[in-house]
Each structure stands twice: as C-alpha cells, then as structure tokens.
C-alpha cells in the first residue's frame, strides 16, 4: 500500500488503522512552500522518532500543501508524534495524533468483499450504520503489526444478507478471505445485542407498550365506566343503604355516615391531587421515596439519561433532572457495549 487520500475521510484517527493526513509546510517567513526532499519521522508511545512507513506526496500547485497516510502499525498507539521535515524549503512542521481504542462488537472473516462493500460473516441482526468496519488480514488487511488495516465508516447495512456499504471505496478491496472488526460508534443508529442507549430507542419501547396495552384491554373488552354507573356504585354505599343491610337504625350511626366526605367532596379532592404538579425532589441513597420522589425517580429514568461504557465490564447509567444537565442518581449496570446488562444498582 502507498499514499492514499481515501483514509482521510475518517470521522476521527481508529486505532490499528492506516490513516491520512494533510501537511502544510511554511517557509521561516510564513509563506507555503512545496518541500524539496520530504524526511518524515515517526514518534510512537513517546519512542524515539523513526522513518515514517510512507512518504509525504506533494500535492501539485506549489501551495506548500502534502500528505501521508500513517500505517495501520503506527497507528496502533495511544500518542502518535510525527514530524515532517525537509532537506531544503520550508520548516519543519510538527503533528500530534491520539488514535480512538473503540469497543469489538464482532469479529468474522468476511463472505465476500467489493469495492465499496464488505459482507459480514457471521451476519448480525442488528444495524450496524454509524459503526466502523476495520480489516485486520486477509485482502486489504493485516501485515506487519496491521500495517495495511482499512478502517470506514458504514453507511447502509443489510441485516439479511450481511452486507455493510462503506464510504469511501477501499484502498484495497476486501475478498472472502479477508478478516475483519465491527466497531462500535457514537455514530451507531441502533445498539446491538438488544441494549438500549438512544433516547429514541426508550421513546420507541414506549410507544410499544402503550400499544401493546391498548389492543389488550380492547381484546378483553374492557371498557371505562360512564357517569352513570359511578353514581350507581356511590348509591350503593350511601348512608341508608348501609344501615339497612346491616339492620341498624341509630341516630349515631347516621352522624358517622353522614360524616364521610361526599361524591363532591371525593372528586374535588381527586380533581386536586391529579392536577398538582408533582415537586422535584429525589431520595437519597438507601432512603425511602414518597409518592411524588418515587414518581419523579420513575420519570427521569424513563425520560431523561445517559448510558457510559466503563470499560471494565459495567457501565453507568446517568439519569438527569428536569433542567437536563444536573445529575439526579446514577446507577451500575452489569453490562457494557457488548454485553446486555441483566441487573442494575443505585451508586449515588
């Protein structure tokens, strides 16, 4: 593999993946100025500087402009140092890279390979568009410390076929033998494995279950009780009522029953309490909600949070107030990116 602008298109440097960069080159006075002899050298890890794999390519107009593409090998760190520097012409010109360590969903050797496309083997359920595909060997990968690895963004993604369109074209086209990584991205349209952390995944679940429940109360026939047949329970427990199924005649007993709250009363109260805004208030750790912190805890859950990936074998899940940005509670999830959690626990 050589020089290839296509590695620039990356939404940010992958790690263990060719990437490319634009130089410019500005003589002592601040002018572009084309190179004459290009001298690239290479920092990994704060190593001491090497001879970069490739060399800049001069882009042609003589506006002190080049690029290079770093190798999947020196890539796979966690600083890359690189200085560009020149036998004549204009000053050296240095650059910092930090390479992005994302999450492995999956890993296969790819069916078949185009162009513009790669067809996933084993295939995966779930919608892969947003993520990023990296080959790792076979055609178009591997290498020497993975120097020739291809990282692209996928654009569109079959869940029947497997097949992922990537954007841009390879450098070098993938085939059957070549091996591969999925990873995971903020970019993602959908999670996998079933784990919810788009706040559009919650308010689809939502959705679900409110049709869900509709059609199950139609399908049994339920239907809501009208003005009419409440008035006929509330006769049923009127004072009189009472005294004569229990025989009971006493003047005192009628006071007592007389003293209840009336249908008036009830539905005032009820019309009251429903139409009461409820008071943000959370309960603290190991403390016992009330009615209006339990709801509140409820709805911000349900509404407004956050999933982060610990990186460890848990993730936390952040869940915000009404104003969005202050955290109400967080809670511990026994999962990650690529695990579905199974339980969680309250930690602040």
């Given at each position: 593999?050589?020089?290839?602008?296509?590695?620039?298109?990356?939404?940010?440097p992958?790690?263990?993946?060719?990437?490319?960069?634009?130089?410019?080159?500005?003589d002592?006075?601040?002018?572009?100025?084309?190179p004459?002899?290009?001298?690239?050298?290479?920092?990994?890890?704060?190593?001491?500087?090497?001879?970069?794999?490739?060399?800049?390519?001069?882009?042609?107009?003589?506006?002190?402009?080049?690029?290079?593409?770093?190798?999947?090998?020196?890539?796979?760190?966690?600083?890359?140092?690189?200085?560009?520097?020149?036998?004549?012409?204009?000053?050296?010109?240095?650059?910092?890279?930090?390479?992005?360590?994302?999450?492995?969903?999956?890993?296969?050797?790819?069916?078949?390979?185009?162009?513009?496309?790669?067809?996933?083997?084993?295939?995966?359920?779930?919608?892969?568009?947003?993520?990023?595909?990296?080959?790792?060997?076979?055609?178009?990968?591997?290498?020497?410390?993975?120097?020739?690895?291809?990282?692209?963004?996928?654009?569109?993604?079959?869940?029947?076929?497997?097949?992922?369109?990537?954007?841009?074209?390879?450098?070098t086209?993938?085939?059957?033998?070549?091996?591969y990584?999925?990873?995971?991205?903020e970019?993602?349209?959908?999670?996998?494995?079933?784990?919810?952390?788009?706040?559009?995944?919650?308010?689809?679940?939502?959705?679900?279950?409110?049709?869900?429940?509709?059609?199950?109360?139609?399908?049994?026939?339920?239907?809501?009780?009208?003005?009419?047949t409440?008035?006929?329970?509330?006769?049923?427990?009127?004072?009189?009522?009472?005294?004569?199924?229990?025989?009971?005649?006493?003047?005192?007993?009628?006071?007592?029953?007389?003293?209840?709250?009336?249908?008036?009363?009830?539905?005032?109260?009820?019309?009251?309490?429903?139409?009461?805004?409820?008071?943000?208030?959370?309960?603290?750790?190991?403390?016992?909600?009330t009615?209006?912190?339990?709801l509140?805890?409820?709805?911000?859950?349900?509404?407004?949070?956050?999933?982060?990936?610990?990186?460890?074998?848990?993730?936390?899940?952040?869940?915000?107030?009404?104003?969005?940005?202050?955290t109400?509670?967080?809670?511990?999830?026994?999962?990650?990116?690529?695990?579905?959690?199974?339980?969680?626990?309250?930690?602040?």
């Amino acid at each position: 593999m050589a020089n290839h602008i296509s590695h620039a298109s990356l939404p940010f440097p992958v790690k263990n993946a060719r990437f490319t960069v634009l130089v410019p080159f500005l003589d002592a006075g601040g002018d572009p100025t084309d190179p004459a002899t290009p001298d690239t050298e290479v920092s990994q890890d704060g190593g001491p500087f090497a001879d970069a794999a490739e060399e800049v390519s001069t882009i042609s107009g003589s506006n002190g402009l080049g690029f290079i593409t770093l190798s999947g090998a020196e890539m796979n760190n966690s600083a890359v140092g690189v200085c560009f520097k020149v036998g004549s012409g204009p000053k050296a010109t240095l650059m910092t890279i930090s390479p992005r360590l994302l999450p492995v969903l999956s890993q296969g050797t790819a069916s078949a390979g185009a162009a513009g496309s790669l067809t996933l083997n084993p295939i995966l359920a779930y919608d892969i568009t947003g993520m990023i595909l990296r080959t790792n060997g076979g055609a178009g990968g591997g290498g020497t410390g993975g120097a020739n690895n291809q990282a692209r963004l996928v654009t569109a993604y079959n869940t029947s076929t497997g097949t992922a369109t990537v954007q841009p074209n390879w450098e070098t086209t993938p085939d059957n033998t070549t091996t591969y990584d999925v990873l995971y991205t903020e970019m993602a349209v959908s999670s996998p494995n079933g784990i919810v952390t788009t706040q559009t995944e919650w308010n689809n679940i939502v959705s679900r279950l409110d049709v869900a429940i509709s059609t199950r109360l139609a399908t049994a026939s339920y239907t809501a009780p009208d003005n009419a047949t409440i008035a006929s329970i509330a006769a049923l427990v009127a004072a009189s009522a009472i005294r004569a199924a229990v025989g009971l005649e006493g003047a005192n007993l009628d006071d007592r029953l007389d003293a209840l709250p009336t249908n008036a009363d009830l539905a005032e109260a009820l019309t009251t309490l429903m139409g009461t805004a409820l008071t943000e208030s959370y309960a603290a750790q190991g403390a016992a909600p009330t009615r209006d912190q339990a709801l509140m805890m409820v709805l911000q859950i349900l509404t407004t949070f956050s999933i982060t990936d610990n990186l460890n074998g848990t993730s936390t899940l952040t869940v915000k107030k009404l104003d969005g940005s202050t955290t109400a509670m967080t809670m511990t999830l026994n999962g990650d990116a690529s695990t579905p959690p199974t339980s969680s626990i309250r930690a602040t």
